[in-house]
């Protein structure tokens, strides 16, 4: 198992280019089953979770090729319907294939993904949302069985709360069902304007893209895809709040500033400098001092869940009381433990984390336990006094390309060493 040994070496600087969105990619592969033949689709992070996706849709007969970050989907001889467990439990995403593969063939078996490290996260609305377009559902043995007669139907469905995965899985099921799909309150992040847009490019009919209500005309066929992934905001983020902890200053490239507006907002509340331009965000922390702050994760546009563990980091550095308060995942807070063994202090009532922040940080081992938990070890391990060592950096690889290769042209001293 590999892990990250880190020690403080300053400020960091320079620039950095971001990589396609995993958050984006995942769907979009799931997409491509609902035509057939080839799909393409470019800017494709090399990452675990894209290496997992690929393999779940072997399983059911698509044939991929990936050359360095395009990506091949051949959706001619999808032959098997079902996502086994082994895979669908390494990754949640990979639950996507269910609403592609009964629009498209009428059944499918879905293994249930499960919990989380840090708690349960249901499905059921991915299932209701099925249910409403006429599928039938029974959940046995750990999978899901969907079934419908014929096409599915269009219906009018409105979500309850946001959800970014069912309303993917619900708007791919709708593109091929008979009639008209109304989908309310659906969610509005990035990675669901992009999925809508490659849709379109597959011929589907969306309207209201970009908004909570997507009307979606059903089509008896798609065809094959073709497009580029956009660029991974949380990876952006991670980036800039790497430059805030070391109090560095790093230009963040190939990115896309508008899908950044809350935690920008954040950035310059605490003290630092930022500049924008029309595809990248530079962030100047260097010799500020910051200031605490208060922050609540909301679904898009407000502050993402995908930033607070990042954003926890930076705060236990900045001297005086903050707070993350997530009220997407009430109880994502497994870094909160592991930031406290680098010297942090931080508290945690309920869903909220009350940070003492200033303490001075020092290197101490670590446990990774979820992907972006993991990046926070990280930033704080990039100030810590000493040595830290992140183990289980496994997490990591899921949604960060390249991540050492990156901190480390920006100035970070850190070094992958395998233990077995
Ligand atoms: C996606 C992202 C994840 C991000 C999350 C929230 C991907 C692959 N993952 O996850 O990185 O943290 O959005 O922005 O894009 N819920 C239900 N029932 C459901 C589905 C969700 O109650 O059927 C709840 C969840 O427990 C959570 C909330 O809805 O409290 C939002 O979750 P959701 O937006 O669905 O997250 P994911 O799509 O799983």
Redesign the pocket.
């Known amino acids: 198992m590999d892990s990250f040994l880190i020690s403080p070496n300053g400020p960091l600087k320079g620039s950095v280019q971001i990589s396609g969105a995993k958050?984006a990619v995942?769907p979009v592969m799931a997409a491509a089953m609902l035509a057939d033949g080839v799909s393409k689709i470019s800017n494709v992070p090399q990452l675990k979770d894209t290496k997992t996706m690929s393999d779940v849709l072997r399983v059911t007969g698509c044939r991929i090729k990936q050359n360095e970050n395009d990506l091949s989907i051949d959706s001619s001889d999808i032959n098997h319907l079902e996502a086994p467990y082994e895979l669908v439990k390494t990754m949640?995403?990979s639950f996507y294939v269910l609403g592609p593969l009964v629009a498209k063939f009428g059944k499918c078996r879905v293994s249930l993904p499960g919990g989380c490290a840090w708690g349960p996260?249901?499905?059921?609305?991915?299932l209701k949302g099925l249910e409403a377009l006429g599928a039938k559902i029974n959940v046995t043995h750990g999978y899901v069985e969907a079934l419908c007669d014929g096409r599915l139907k269009g219906n009018t469905f409105s979500f309850p709360?946001?959800?970014?995965?069912?309303t993917a899985n619900i708007l791919m099921a709708a593109t091929l069902a008979e009639g008209t799909s109304i989908l309310q309150n659906s969610?509005i992040?990035p990675?669901i304007t992009a999925l809508a847009n490659y849709l379109i490019e597959m011929g589907a009919e969306i309207s209201g893209v970009g908004t909570r209500t997507l009307i979606v005309k059903g089509v008896e066929k798609l065809k094959p895809g073709n497009g580029q992934t956009i660029a991974d905001r949380i990876e952006a983020g991670t980036f800039l709040a790497a430059a805030a902890i070391t109090r560095g200053k790093v230009k963040v490239t190939a990115m896309v500033p508008e899908h950044q507006g809350a935690l920008l907002e954040v950035f310059k509340n605490i003290g630092c400098e930022i500049s924008i331009g029309e595809n990248w965000v530079e962030l100047d922390a260097e010799n500020k001092e910051l200031m605490p702050t208060h922050i609540t994760t909301l679904?898009y546009p407000g502050f993402?869940?995908?930033m607070q563990a990042q954003l926890m980091a930076v705060l236990a550095t900045v001297k005086g009381t903050s707070s993350v308060r997530d009220t997407?995942?009430n109880d994502r807070f497994k870094h909160v433990s592991e930031l406290e063994r680098l010297g942090a202090e931080i508290s945690l009532k309920e869903d909220t984390a009350i940070i003492n922040g200033g303490n001075e940080l020092t290197g101490a081992q670590v446990m990774a336990s979820d992907l972006r938990a993991s990046a926070a070890l990280v930033l704080a391990g990039l100030v810590a006094k000493g040595q830290t060592e992140i183990s289980r950096i496994y997490h990591l690889d899921r949604g960060y390309e390249n991540f050492e290769g990156k901190l480390s042209k920006l100035g970070a001293k850190l070094e992958r060493v395998h233990k077995s």
Not at 121 to 126: E, I, N
């Open positions: 958050n995942l949640r995403a996260r249901p499905v059921d609305l991915h709360i946001s959800s970014v995965g069912a969610s992040e990675e679904p993402p869940t995908d997407i995942y």
